[in-house]
């Protein structure tokens, strides 16, 4: 499978950006999927995730609220629409795919086992 991310970019304090992540090989619809990001000097971090069909999501607390995760199976992609921003969302985003095809979300890296290029999202006070 192999997850492309793309949308970041640099954005002023309060404004919005809009990530996507298309996917390719692996039945898309199949897969719950997340969405991670690595700030300098931090860990790696969940940011949410969504079930297969849309029917469930999963938000770390500091985004609820701000953060939409969202996903289109007949586009095979993922999107997570981000407002609100603020300094401390500054990272490198990644999307990624569960390793089976469960519908059970996770906030694990260890769970998931594609992983995107990373996209990142500067935001400026």
């Known amino acids: 499978v192999q997850l492309q991310a793309s949308g970041g970019g640099l954005v002023q304090a309060g404004g919005s950006v809009s990530l996507s992540c298309a996917a390719s090989?692996?039945?898309?619809?199949?897969?719950?999927m997340g969405w991670f990001r690595h700030a300098p000097g931090k860990e790696r971090e969940f940011v949410a995730a969504i079930s297969r069909k849309s029917h469930t999501t999963y938000y770390t607390e500091s985004v609820k609220g701000r953060f939409t995760i969202s996903r289109d199976n007949a586009k095979n992609t993922l999107y997570l629409q981000m407002n609100s921003l603020k300094p401390e969302d500054t990272a490198v985003y990644y999307c990624?795919?569960?390793?089976?095809?469960?519908?059970?979300?996770?906030?694990?890296?260890?769970?998931?086992?594609?992983w995107g290029q990373g996209t990142l999202v500067t935001v400026s006070s």
């Open positions: 090989g692996r039945t898309f619809s199949s897969y719950s």
């Open positions: 990624a795919q569960r390793s089976t095809p469960r519908d059970l979300l996770s906030t694990s890296p260890s769970d998931y086992g594609a």
